[in-house]
C-alpha cells in the first residue's frame, strides 16, 4: 500500500471516529456528573483508544482541520480523570456508587495507560513504584498525613482536598466540550464556572485547617489559586495559550452590570487635568496598533520637569537610539533604574511588581502593556502606539501613549529606563502614568498608590511609629505574603538631616522596593532595592558589616558582602528591626484575587448634599453590610474606598471610613460608639480590616469628609473569604422641609430647666391620616459649641414644658452642634415640635429638618403674647401679710392681687412664674369678676390645679367683655406662709390696665 493511500484510509478512520469521540465525551462527563463512576471510567478508556487513532492520522491533523495539540491535552486529562475517580474512591469509600472497590486503578492499568501515548503523557501521571516524588495531581502523596493519628480534622482536610480536585477534573471536562460543541458553548461554560467555584472552595476549605507548618500548605493555596485562575478563563472563554499563566481580572464590574448612577460617576471623572482616559474595553485588545507614519500622541508631548528642562535635548524615539528595540528582553527588578524624575515610589512599584513576575512566573506589571503576541506578551509596535492599561478613578483605563523619549543633550535617556539593552517597558509604562499624573514633573506619591494603579492590588499603608504598629504581626503578613505571591511590598523613609543621610546610606523621603523576605540564622531579613540603583544601607548587616555576615549567613542570604562591596546597585539586605527603626512606612499591596468574594459600588457625594462638618453622618454615603459566615472561624472583611481625582495637583479632600456594628444596616446619624473608626487622611485610598464572627453580622459602612467643601465622586470595594451583601443604605425619608431659624434673645430659652423654656421655636407637625405608617426623621444642624435638643410632643399648640406624659418622641441628651430622631411610624393627629439648646440666652441661626416619605405640614408656632400687649408685674408673697396660700386658708382674697380694666371685647392671657423661689412652690393664678360690695364676684378663669412648673401656670387665651367693675387677678400659692418674690406677664389684643388692688 502506497504511503498516500495508507494516510488516506488512516485518515477516514480518523474522521469516522470523530463525531463518535465527542459524543462519548459526552456520555462519559454525564456519568461522571452523576456519579456512576465505573461507567465513566469505562468510557474514559474508549475514549482514550479512540484518541490513540486520531491522533496516529498524520493526514488529518495536516490539513489542520484538528488541532493535535489540543487533542494531546484533552486525552491527558481524560487520562487523568480516570486516576483522579480512582483516587476519590479511595477518599469516599462509602459513596452511594458502591464501585469503589473496582474502581482502584492497578499498577498495570496505570502503566498501560502510560503506554498508551507515553510522550504525551509523560509529564501528566506518576507511577506507584516512585512514592518520594507524588505528582501534584495525587496532592501530594498520603505520605503528607500520618494515617495512625488521623483525626476528624485530618479527614475533613483530606475530603476537601479529594472533592476540590473533583470538581477541579469536572470543570476542565465542560471547558473542552464547550470547545467542541458550538452549539452548547454557553451551558458548557456555566457547568465548567460552577465546578472550578467549588473546587476553590473545597481548596479554601483545607487550606484554613491546615497548619501553618503543614507541607501542604503552600500546595492547597497553588491549587486554590489555580481553580480560582481557571474560572476566571473560562468565564472570559479565553482561547489563546500564553508563556506565563495569567494574573486574573480584579474588575468585579465584569460580574455584574453598572447601573445608570455608577456609569455617570465612571463618565464624570474619565476627566483628569482636562484630559479624558475612557475604560479600558475588552475591544481595545483589537486596537489598531498599525499607522501610515509614525503615531503622535493627540494630547501633545508631556510637561518637563525643571531638571528636564535644564538638560533636554528633543524627544527620541527607540528606533533612532536602538538598532534592534524590544519590549521585554528579561523582566528583572535589577535592571529599572530611576532617572531624573522624582517617582522613586513609582520605580520602586515598577521594581517590586517586576521581581514578583520573575519570581513567580506569573504576568502582573507586564499585563498592562499593549500590543501584546499571540502569547500574551507585550510587543514592540514600529509604528509607536501603545495602550497601557492603568487602575484609576475607580476603574481600568486605557492610557495611549506614544514611544517619543526625552533625550538630553548628552545622548541619554531622561527617564526610567533599563539596563538590558534596548528594552523599553519600563520607560513606557512611566511615560503613561506620568501623562496620568499631569506630566514628568511628578510632584511625588506613595508606591501603595502606584502599585494599585499599576495592578489593582488593594494597598494597605502602614506607619510603622504610631502607636498601634504591631512588629511581630506586621513581619508576619509580610513574610506569608511574600512567600505565597499574594502581597507586593514596599518601605519608604522620613525626613532626615543630611548627616544621617550620609551615616546611614539612606535617602530621606525616599521609596524602596522590597525583593525578598527571609528568616536565617534567627534574624529577620528584608532584601532592599534602592531605585536609583547605587546608594545602599551601611548599618548592621550592610556590605560594610564584616562581623555578623557568617559563612553559614552568607550561604543562607546567598550574599557576599565582599563581592558586593565592589559593585553598588542599590540592593542590600536589612535586618527588620533596623528597617523599623530607620524608616517610616510600610506599603503592602495583596492581590485582590486571594478574597473568593468581591463586590465594588461607585458613587458620589453631591456637594449640595450633607453639611460641612462630621457631626451629622445623616447625609453621609452609607452603605448596608450583610456577612454570612458558615465556618467556626471569624472570615476577614476588607474594605477598601478610592477616591476619585480630576485634578491631580489638588489633593486637599480629607476622608475615611466608619463602620458600625449590629445595626441591621440601618443609617447611622451620630459618629459614636463606632466598631471600626478610620483616620481622616488626603490619600486616595483608605482601607479597612475586621474579622466577622461566625453566623450573620450586619454593619453599617459611612463615608465620612472633614469639613466637605465639593462633590466627592469614589469607588467602595469589599473583600472577604465569606459570602456578603452589600447595598447602599436606602433613604426611606423622600419628602424634606428644610427650616432655617435662629435662636434670639427672646426666643433663646434653654432647656427645661428654665423657666423660658417656653420660649423656645416651636412648630405644629401634622400627621394625615392614611392607610399606611408614615416615618419621621427630625434633625436639629447649630453651631458646634451649642449642646441642642428636639421634642415632639402631643399638642399642636405651643408648649410650656416637656414631660414624659404626653411626649411622643425626643433626641435623647443634649448633643454638641447636631441632634436628630427617627420613628417608623407615628400616628396621625397634631404635634408640637421644640428646638431648644441646653444653656438659655445662647443666640445663633440652626437648620431644622422635617423628613418623611409624605409632604407633612410644618407650622411656626407663635411665641407667647406674639402680636399682643404685653404687660410685666413684679411683686412677691410675704408671710403673714400676702402669703395666705389657697382658699381653704380662709384668707385668699390677702392674696397679690390686681385690677384688670378692658374697655372692649378682648382676649388676655396671663401666665405666673415663681422661678426664683426654692424650692419652687405649687402656684395658681384666677381672674374673677369684681363685685361692688364682695372682695371679688365670679371666676371667669384659672390656670388649674396648683404646680411647681419652673416655667409657671398660665390662664390661656381668654375672652373678656367690656365690666364697668372690672376684674381682679389673683396669685397664690398652694402653701400659705411661702415667701419669694413672683413675675406675672400679661398679654392682651387690646389696650388694658392693669393697678394692683393689694
Same mark, same amino acid.
Given at each position: 500500500?502506497?504511503?498516500?493511500?495508507?494516510?488516506?484510509?488512516?485518515?477516514?478512520?480518523a474522521a469516522l /471516529?470523530?463525531?463518535?469521540?465527542?459524543?462519548?465525551?459526552?456520555?462519559?462527563v454525564?456519568?461522571? *456528573?452523576?456519579?456512576?463512576?465505573?461507567?465513566?471510567?469505562?468510557?474514559?478508556?474508549?475514549?482514550?483508544?479512540?484518541? $490513540?487513532v486520531i491522533?496516529?492520522?498524520?493526514?488529518?491533523?495536516?490539513?489542520?482541520? /484538528?488541532?493535535?495539540?489540543q487533542?494531546?491535552?484533552?486525552?491527558?486529562?481524560?487520562?487523568q480523570?480516570?486516576?483522579?475517580?480512582?483516587? /476519590?474512591?479511595?477518599?469516599?469509600?462509602s @459513596?452511594?456508587d458502591?464501585?469503589?472497590?473496582?474502581? =482502584?486503578?492497578?499498577?498495570?492499568?496505570h502503566?498501560?495507560?502510560?503506554?498508551q501515548?507515553?510522550e504525551?503523557?509523560?509529564?501528566?501521571?506518576?507511577?506507584?513504584?516512585?512514592? @518520594?516524588?507524588?505528582?501534584?495531581?495525587d496532592?501530594?502523596?498520603?505520605?503528607?498525613?500520618?494515617?495512625?493519628d488521623e483525626?476528624?480534622?485530618?479527614?475533613?482536610?483530606?475530603l476537601?482536598?479529594?472533592?476540590?480536585?473533583?470538581?477541579?477534573?469536572?470543570?476542565?471536562?465542560?471547558?473542552?466540550?464547550? *470547545?467542541?460543541?458550538?452549539? $452548547?458553548?454557553?451551558?458548557?461554560?456555566?457547568h465548567?464556572?460552577?465546578?472550578?467555584?467549588?473546587a476553590?472552595?473545597?481548596?479554601?476549605?483545607?487550606?484554613?485547617?491546615?497548619h501553618?507548618?503543614?507541607?501542604?500548605?503552600?500546595?492547597?493555596?497553588?491549587?486554590?489559586?489555580?481553580?480560582?485562575e481557571?474560572?476566571e478563563?473560562?468565564?472570559?472563554?479565553?482561547?489563546?495559550?500564553?508563556?506565563?499563566?495569567?494574573?486574573?481580572?480584579t474588575?468585579? !464590574?465584569?460580574?455584574?452590570?453598572?447601573?445608570?448612577?455608577?456609569?455617570?460617576?465612571?463618565?464624570?471623572?474619565?476627566?483628569v487635568?482636562?484630559?479624558?482616559?475612557?475604560?479600558?474595553?475588552?475591544?481595545?485588545?483589537?486596537?489598531?496598533?498599525?499607522?501610515p507614519? =509614525?503615531?503622535?500622541?493627540?494630547?501633545?508631548?508631556?510637561?518637563?520637569?525643571?531638571?528636564?528642562?535644564?538638560?533636554?535635548?528633543?524627544?527620541?524615539?527607540?528606533?533612532?537610539?536602538?538598532?534592534?528595540?524590544?519590549?521585554i528582553?528579561?523582566?528583572?527588578?535589577?535592571?529599572?533604574?530611576?532617572?531624573?524624575v522624582t517617582d522613586?515610589?513609582?520605580?520602586?512599584?515598577?521594581?517590586?511588581?517586576?521581581?514578583?513576575?520573575?519570581?513567580?512566573?506569573?504576568?502582573?506589571?507586564?499585563?498592562?502593556?499593549?500590543? *501584546?503576541?499571540k502569547?500574551?506578551k507585550p510587543?514592540?509596535?514600529?509604528?509607536g502606539?501603545?495602550l497601557?492599561?492603568?487602575?484609576?478613578?475607580?476603574?481600568?483605563?486605557?492610557? !495611549?501613549v506614544? %514611544?517619543?523619549?526625552?533625550?538630553?543633550?548628552?545622548?541619554?535617556?531622561?527617564?526610567?529606563f533599563?539596563?538590558?539593552?534596548?528594552?523599553l517597558?519600563?520607560?513606557?509604562?512611566?511615560?503613561?502614568?506620568?501623562?496620568?499624573m499631569?506630566?514628568?514633573?511628578?510632584?511625588?506619591?506613595?508606591?501603595?498608590?502606584?502599585?494599585?494603579?499599576?495592578t489593582?492590588?488593594?494597598?494597605?499603608?502602614?506607619?510603622?511609629?504610631?502607636?498601634r504598629?504591631?512588629?511581630?504581626?506586621?513581619w508576619?503578613?509580610?513574610?506569608?505574603g511574600?512567600?505565597?505571591?499574594?502581597?507586593?511590598?514596599?518601605?519608604?523613609?522620613?525626613?532626615?538631616?543630611?548627616?544621617?543621610?550620609?551615616?546611614l546610606?539612606?535617602?530621606?523621603?525616599h521609596?524602596?522596593?522590597i525583593?525578598?523576605?527571609?528568616?536565617?540564622?534567627?534574624?529577620r531579613?528584608?532584601?532592599?532595592?534602592?531605585?536609583w540603583?547605587?546608594?545602599?544601607?551601611?548599618?548592621?548587616?550592610?556590605?560594610?558589616?564584616?562581623?555578623?555576615w557568617?559563612?553559614?549567613?552568607k550561604?543562607?542570604?546567598?550574599?557576599?558582602?565582599?563581592?558586593?562591596?565592589?559593585h553598588?546597585?542599590?540592593?542590600?539586605?536589612?535586618?527588620?528591626e533596623?528597617?523599623?527603626?530607620?524608616?517610616?512606612?510600610?506599603?503592602?499591596n495583596?492581590?485582590?484575587?486571594?478574597?473568593i468574594?468581591?463586590?465594588?459600588?461607585?458613587?458620589?457625594?453631591?456637594?449640595?448634599?450633607?453639611p460641612?462638618?462630621?457631626?451629622?453622618?445623616?447625609?453621609?454615603?452609607?452603605?448596608?453590610?450583610?456577612?454570612?459566615?458558615? $465556618?467556626?472561624?471569624?472570615?476577614?472583611?476588607?474594605?477598601?474606598?478610592?477616591?476619585?481625582?480630576?485634578?491631580?495637583?489638588?489633593?486637599?479632600?480629607?476622608?475615611?471610613?466608619?463602620?458600625?456594628?449590629?445595626?441591621?444596616?440601618?443609617?447611622?446619624?451620630?459618629? %459614636?460608639?463606632?466598631?471600626?473608626?478610620?483616620?481622616?487622611?488626603?490619600?486616595?485610598?483608605?482601607?479597612l480590616?475586621?474579622?466577622?464572627?461566625?453566623?450573620?453580622?450586619?454593619?453599617t459602612?459611612?463615608?465620612?469628609?472633614?469639613?466637605?467643601?465639593?462633590?466627592?465622586?469614589?469607588?467602595?470595594?469589599?473583600?472577604?473569604?465569606?459570602?456578603?451583601?452589600?447595598?447602599?443604605?436606602p433613604n426611606?425619608?423622600?419628602? &424634606?422641609?428644610?427650616?432655617?431659624?435662629q435662636?434670639?434673645?427672646?426666643?433663646a430659652?434653654g432647656?427645661?430647666?428654665?423657666?423660658?423654656f417656653?420660649?423656645?421655636?416651636?412648630?405644629?407637625?401634622?400627621? #394625615?391620616?392614611?392607610?399606611?405608617?408614615?416615618?419621621?426623621?427630625l434633625?436639629?444642624?447649630?453651631?458646634?459649641?451649642f449642646?441642642?435638643?428636639?421634642?415632639?410632643?402631643?399638642?399642636?399648640?405651643?408648649?410650656?414644658?416637656?414631660?414624659?406624659h404626653?411626649?411622643?418622641?425626643?433626641?435623647?441628651s443634649?448633643?454638641?452642634?447636631?441632634?436628630?430622631?427617627?420613628k417608623?411610624?407615628? #400616628?396621625?393627629?397634631?404635634?408640637?415640635?421644640v428646638?431648644?439648646?441646653? &444653656?438659655?440666652?445662647?443666640?445663633? &441661626?440652626?437648620?431644622?429638618?422635617?423628613?418623611?416619605?409624605?409632604?407633612?405640614?410644618?407650622?411656626?408656632?407663635?411665641?407667647?403674647?406674639a402680636?399682643?400687649?404685653?404687660?410685666?408685674l413684679?411683686?412677691?408673697?410675704?408671710?403673714?401679710?400676702?402669703?395666705?396660700?389657697?382658699?381653704?386658708y380662709?384668707?385668699?382674697?390677702?392674696?397679690?392681687?390686681?385690677?384688670?380694666?378692658?374697655?372692649?371685647?378682648?382676649?388676655?392671657?396671663?401666665?405666673? *412664674?415663681?422661678?426664683?423661689? %426654692?424650692?419652687?412652690?405649687?402656684?395658681?393664678?384666677?381672674?374673677?369678676?369684681?363685685?361692688?360690695?364682695?372682695?371679688?364676684?365670679q371666676e371667669?378663669?384659672?390656670?388649674?390645679?396648683?404646680?411647681?412648673?419652673?416655667?409657671?401656670?398660665?390662664?390661656?387665651?381668654?375672652? /373678656?367683655?367690656?365690666?364697668?367693675?372690672?376684674?381682679?387677678?389673683?396669685?397664690a400659692?398652694?402653701?400659705?406662709?411661702?415667701?419669694?418674690d413672683?413675675?406675672?406677664?400679661?398679654?392682651?389684643?387690646?389696650p388694658?390696665?392693669?393697678?394692683?388692688?393689694?
Open positions: 500500500m502506497s504511503r498516500s493511500t495508507a494516510c488516506l484510509a488512516q485518515d477516514s478512520c /471516529l470523530l463525531h463518535p469521540a465527542f459524543a462519548l465525551a459526552r456520555q462519559a454525564q456519568l461522571d *456528573q452523576q456519579g456512576q463512576y465505573l461507567q465513566a471510567v469505562n468510557d474514559y478508556h474508549q475514549l482514550i483508544q479512540m484518541f $490513540d491522533l496516529k492520522s498524520p493526514c488529518s491533523m495536516a490539513d489542520g482541520h /484538528l488541532d493535535r495539540e487533542l494531546v491535552q484533552k486525552k491527558n486529562e481524560y487520562i480523570r480516570a486516576m483522579q475517580l480512582d483516587r /476519590l474512591a479511595l477518599a469516599n469509600p @459513596h452511594p458502591g464501585c469503589h472497590a473496582t474502581l =482502584r486503578t492497578t499498577d498495570c492499568q502503566q498501560a495507560l502510560a503506554r501515548c507515553p504525551e503523557v509523560a509529564t501528566s501521571i506518576s507511577v506507584d513504584d516512585q512514592p @518520594h516524588e507524588p505528582d501534584n495531581d496532592l501530594w502523596g498520603e505520605s503528607d498525613f500520618d494515617e495512625d483525626d476528624d480534622e485530618t479527614k475533613d482536610i483530606k476537601s482536598i479529594a472533592k476540590g480536585k473533583f470538581s477541579m477534573g469536572q470543570g476542565e471536562v465542560y471547558v473542552f466540550m464547550s *470547545q467542541v460543541e458550538e452549539n $452548547d458553548t454557553k451551558l458548557y461554560l456555566d465548567a464556572l460552577k465546578y472550578y467555584e467549588d476553590a472552595t473545597w481548596y479554601l476549605k483545607a487550606f484554613g485547617l491546615l501553618e507548618s503543614h507541607p501542604l500548605k503552600i500546595k492547597v493555596r497553588q491549587q486554590f489559586l489555580i481553580a480560582m481557571a474560572g478563563s473560562a468565564k472570559a472563554q479565553q482561547k489563546t495559550p500564553t508563556s506565563f499563566s495569567k494574573i486574573p481580572s474588575d468585579p !464590574e465584569k460580574k455584574k452590570p453598572l447601573t445608570k448612577e455608577e456609569l455617570e460617576v465612571i463618565r464624570v471623572t474619565s476627566y487635568n482636562n484630559k479624558r482616559y475612557y475604560p479600558w474595553m475588552d475591544q481595545d485588545l483589537h486596537e489598531f496598533y498599525s499607522c507614519t =509614525r503615531f503622535l500622541d493627540k494630547d501633545g508631548s508631556l510637561q518637563l520637569s525643571a531638571n528636564q528642562s535644564n538638560k533636554f535635548g528633543g524627544w527620541v524615539r527607540p528606533s533612532d537610539i536602538m538598532k534592534h528595540p524590544k519590549m528582553r528579561l523582566i528583572s527588578s535589577t535592571s529599572i533604574i530611576q532617572d531624573i522613586c515610589s513609582f520605580v520602586a512599584s515598577l521594581c517590586v511588581a517586576a521581581a514578583y513576575e520573575r519570581k513567580f512566573k506569573k504576568q502582573l506589571i507586564t499585563t498592562c502593556i499593549y500590543p *501584546q503576541d502569547h500574551g510587543c514592540y509596535n514600529p509604528s502606539k501603545y497601557i492599561k492603568l487602575f484609576f478613578n475607580g476603574i481600568a483605563r486605557k492610557i !495611549e506614544d %514611544d517619543l523619549l526625552p533625550m538630553s543633550r548628552e545622548g541619554t535617556l531622561m527617564c526610567t533599563s539596563n538590558n539593552k534596548e528594552e517597558w519600563p520607560s513606557l509604562v512611566e511615560k503613561a502614568y506620568m501623562k496620568l499631569g506630566g514628568y514633573d511628578f510632584p511625588g506619591s506613595n508606591s501603595g498608590i502606584d502599585l494599585y494603579c499599576l489593582g492590588w488593594i494597598p494597605d499603608h502602614i506607619f510603622i511609629h504610631e502607636q504598629f504591631d512588629p511581630d504581626n506586621v508576619a503578613r509580610m513574610l506569608d511574600a512567600k505565597y505571591g499574594d502581597a507586593l511590598v514596599t518601605i519608604a523613609t522620613g525626613h532626615m538631616t543630611d548627616e544621617e543621610a550620609d551615616k546610606g539612606l535617602v530621606p523621603t521609596a524602596y522596593a525583593i525578598d523576605i527571609k528568616e536565617a540564622m534567627g534574624t531579613f528584608l532584601q532592599v532595592k534602592n531605585p540603583s547605587h546608594m545602599r544601607w551601611c548599618g548592621p548587616f550592610s556590605h560594610m558589616d564584616r562581623e555578623r557568617t559563612p553559614e549567613l550561604a543562607a542570604l546567598n550574599y557576599d558582602p565582599q563581592l558586593a562591596q565592589d553598588d546597585d542599590g540592593i542590600f539586605w536589612i535586618d527588620y533596623s528597617m523599623c527603626a530607620n524608616f517610616t512606612s510600610i506599603h503592602m495583596w492581590n485582590p484575587e486571594l478574597f468574594h468581591r463586590d465594588v459600588v461607585h458613587a458620589v457625594w453631591p456637594e449640595a448634599r450633607g460641612d462638618n462630621i457631626l451629622n453622618l445623616g447625609y453621609n454615603p452609607q452603605f448596608s453590610l450583610t456577612v454570612e459566615v458558615h $465556618d467556626k472561624k471569624p472570615a476577614a472583611v476588607w474594605i477598601l474606598l478610592s477616591k476619585h481625582i480630576m485634578v491631580t495637583e489638588e489633593n486637599t479632600d480629607y476622608i475615611t471610613l466608619h463602620i458600625y456594628k449590629d445595626t441591621n444596616g440601618d443609617r447611622i446619624y451620630y459618629p %459614636d460608639d463606632t466598631f471600626k473608626k478610620g483616620t481622616y487622611v488626603n490619600s486616595p485610598h483608605i482601607l480590616r475586621f474579622t466577622a464572627p461566625p453566623g450573620t453580622s450586619t454593619y459602612i459611612v463615608v465620612s469628609q472633614h469639613e466637605k467643601i465639593h462633590s466627592l465622586y469614589f469607588t467602595l470595594r469589599l473583600f472577604s473569604f465569606a459570602p456578603f451583601q452589600l447595598a447602599e443604605t426611606r425619608f423622600t419628602v &424634606e422641609q428644610k427650616i432655617h431659624s435662636w434670639t434673645d427672646r426666643t430659652g432647656n427645661v430647666c428654665h423657666a423660658s417656653l420660649n423656645n421655636p416651636q412648630w405644629k407637625v401634622t400627621i #394625615p391620616k392614611l392607610t399606611q405608617p408614615v416615618p419621621l426623621l434633625m436639629l444642624e447649630a453651631p458646634k459649641t449642646a441642642v435638643n428636639l421634642f415632639l410632643v402631643e399638642s399642636g399648640k405651643r408648649v410650656a414644658s416637656v414631660s414624659s404626653g411626649m411622643l418622641m425626643g433626641s435623647g443634649y448633643r454638641h452642634g447636631f441632634c436628630y430622631y427617627e417608623d411610624a407615628i #400616628p396621625a393627629g397634631e404635634y408640637t415640635l428646638a431648644s439648646t441646653f &444653656e438659655a440666652e445662647l443666640v445663633g &441661626e440652626f437648620d431644622l429638618t422635617v423628613a418623611s416619605n409624605i409632604s407633612l405640614d410644618v407650622e411656626p408656632i407663635p411665641s407667647e403674647g402680636g399682643m400687649f404685653p404687660k410685666v413684679t411683686g412677691e408673697w410675704i408671710a403673714g401679710w400676702s402669703a395666705m396660700g389657697n382658699p381653704d380662709k384668707n385668699y382674697g390677702k392674696n397679690p392681687r390686681y385690677t384688670l380694666e378692658v374697655r372692649e371685647l378682648t382676649t388676655v392671657r396671663v401666665r405666673l *412664674q415663681a422661678d426664683k423661689i %426654692d424650692p419652687i412652690p405649687s402656684i395658681n393664678v384666677a381672674i374673677y369678676e369684681k363685685h361692688p360690695t364682695h372682695a371679688w364676684g371667669i378663669a384659672t390656670s388649674g390645679p396648683y404646680t411647681n412648673a419652673i416655667q409657671g401656670v398660665t390662664t390661656g387665651d381668654i375672652v /373678656l367683655n367690656q365690666n364697668e367693675a372690672g376684674y381682679i387677678i389673683v396669685f400659692t398652694h402653701d400659705k406662709d411661702i415667701t419669694g413672683f413675675t406675672a406677664y400679661i398679654y392682651s389684643d387690646r388694658i390696665k392693669v393697678k394692683k388692688d393689694r
